[in-house]
């Protein structure tokens, strides 16, 4: 544990404990959903790792024909592999790019075969995976080769900064100059709507709104980018996009393929913010992080979002139950500790008496329940207006926060957040406010120590408590109940309903996915 990360709350050992037993029990019959289905996005994902990748003329990935083909065949409750294999097994096509596209125009005979006919496709299937696998285990020691090498960032905080032209050729020159200015974390933030696109899109692109479209390319082109400042600086500098939408499992397949750092992948952010289906969230993320975790990639979650939505302050409990939720099931998935970037924000309503005091409370609280992950601190956004200097003012005390609690990652925050889209000039003055604070007040966190009956030690304690309430209910209840109830960020998201629901499908008894068998394997 970090000097900033030791226990200065005195939060109740027993009510911890409790809040961890119980985060749990509501989350394992969300697992057991989640092991006993697949989706459209994970079969394709599966395909990509076996080498599959491209699109025709109209843009369609070839693994989207594909599945497509499969399912319209013989339907996915076996897996999309055991009938792709036997019909390359059978002569249909030399190889899976030609299959995929013969599949697409409807000159292919897919079937279940059995016995040892199923067991060679099943043979030749596996192997095809594994050697996807083993191209994430490549990239992953690549990054720690190349960390040993330049070296890492001197500091934390990790300072995250935003690029977000819609152009890949115009994002690069930015992220490069943040890099210089001191950004240890470069988001392309993506573009607007793309979550909701039920394909990846393919090659570089130069338009997006909002955002850039997160390809495989586009990642290829950031992270060769990136390597080469990270030469120039002495500092590995790491990439970060969002594996969250209908196509969580592709992405996060793609990111790992090409060495990405962090993935956004939060349990819950599609389901409320995106509407989409729980059930096919909560599928797609388990494969994700399992990708993720194989991968040595930091997932970010997004409870900071629940905020924008909810009263600060009286939703602060539901931050911490998300938090905890976030934690299960990504250990559940494989992750390890160091690879939770958990979320949470500076939004309380500056107008209320004491919000930085009860911010720090909130904060401390997710350092001291997650002492060993590398929380990722969110800046003000719900309460910024056209005033920029109040907003500078505002983004100061975030970072001093930040600052006081060792957080691991910290976003920076823009004095022109939520009003337009922040120019390079904004970004530089946001790089310039952080570099001041953690080097005027980088090491303050150790001259820190809350009166154990103030208002920050009480107001923590207060929130644990009334998660652990709440985690009872859910439990009763259940977890995707709780969700379409509105219990986060008020949205109310039924399991039946949301986008995608389509492409979730039941597995039967004979399912097979070989990435699960090969990721479940130590890496070499």
């Not at 392309?188 to 709507?193: A, C, D, K, L, Y």
Request: aromatic residues 6%; charged residues 25%; proline residues 5%.
């Amino acid at each position: 544990m970090s000097p900033s990360a030791r226990p200065i709350l005195d939060l109740d050992p027993t009510l911890v404990r409790r809040a961890r037993t119980l985060a749990r029990r509501a989350g394992r019959p969300v697992v057991d959903l989640a092991r006993n289905h697949t989706t459209v996005s994970v079969e394709r994902a599966t395909l990509r790792l076996a080498g599959l990748s491209g699109a025709d003329h109209e843009n369609v990935p070839w693994v989207n024909h594909l599945v497509d083909a499969v399912r319209g065949s013989v339907g996915l409750e076996h897996g999309v592999t055991t009938p792709v294999w036997d019909a390359l097994r059978r002569d249909e096509a030399p190889d899976l790019l030609t299959l995929a596209q013969k599949a697409s125009t409807g000159g292919v005979g897919f079937r279940l075969p059995e016995g040892r006919e199923a067991t060679a496709a099943r043979r030749s299937s596996r192997s095809a995976v594994a050697r996807g696998v083993r191209m994430l285990d490549r990239q992953r020691r690549a990054r720690e080769r190349l960390v040993a090498t330049v070296g890492d960032a001197p500091h934390t905080p990790w300072v995250y900064l935003i690029v977000a032209t819609g152009d890949i050729h115009e994002d690069i020159p930015q992220a490069q100059a943040a890099a210089r200015e001191g950004a240890d974390v470069i988001a392309v933030i993506r573009s607007t709507g793309q979550s909701l696109l039920d394909f990846v899109p393919e090659g570089a692109t130069r338009e997006g709104y909002a955002g850039t479209y997160a390809t495989q390319e586009n990642f290829r082109l950031m992270r060769a980018a990136l390597d080469e400042t990270s030469r120039e600086l002495g500092r590995y500098v790491r990439l970060t996009n969002y594996a969250s939408g209908l196509c969580m499992p592709e992405i996060a397949t793609l990111a790992g393929l090409e060495r990405l750092d962090m993935m956004l992948n939060d349990s819950m952010y599609g389901i409320l913010f995106r509407d989409i289906n729980p059930i096919r969230t909560f599928v797609d993320q388990r494969f994700s992080r399992q990708v993720h975790a194989r991968a040595g990639i930091i997932i970010n979650t997004g409870e900071d979002n629940y905020l924008t939505t909810a009263d600060a302050v009286e939703a602060a409990h539901t931050v911490t139950v998300s938090q905890l939720l976030n934690e299960y099931f990504a250990k559940e998935a494989g992750l390890a500790d160091w690879q939770l970037g958990l979320g949470h924000a500076f939004e309380i309503n500056p107008e209320i008496p004491d919000s930085f005091r009860l911010e720090l409370a909130h904060a401390m609280l997710a350092r001291e329940l997650f002492p060993d992950a590398p929380l990722k601190w969110m800046p003000p956004t719900k309460h910024m207006t056209g005033d920029i200097f109040r907003g500078y003012l505002l983004d100061g005390f975030f970072n001093l926060a930040g600052a006081l609690t060792g957080q691991g990652i910290l976003l920076v925050g823009m004095m022109t957040e939520a009003v337009v889209t922040p120019w390079l000039s904004d970004r530089d003055l946001a790089l310039q406010n952080v570099r001041y604070v953690m080097n005027a007040a980088s090491g303050l966190a150790e001259d820190l120590h809350p009166a154990p009956d103030g208002l920050i030690a009480t107001r923590a304690n207060h929130v644990l408590a009334e998660a652990v309430d709440l985690l009872e209910r859910i439990v009763d209840d259940g977890l995707l109940e709780a969700i379409a109830d509105g219990t986060f960020g008020l949205m109310k998201r039924p399991a039946d309903r949301g986008k995608g629901l389509d492409g979730v499908v039941r597995r039967g008894e004979c399912y097979l996915n070989p990435v699960s068998e090969v990721l479940g394997e130590v890496p070499a």
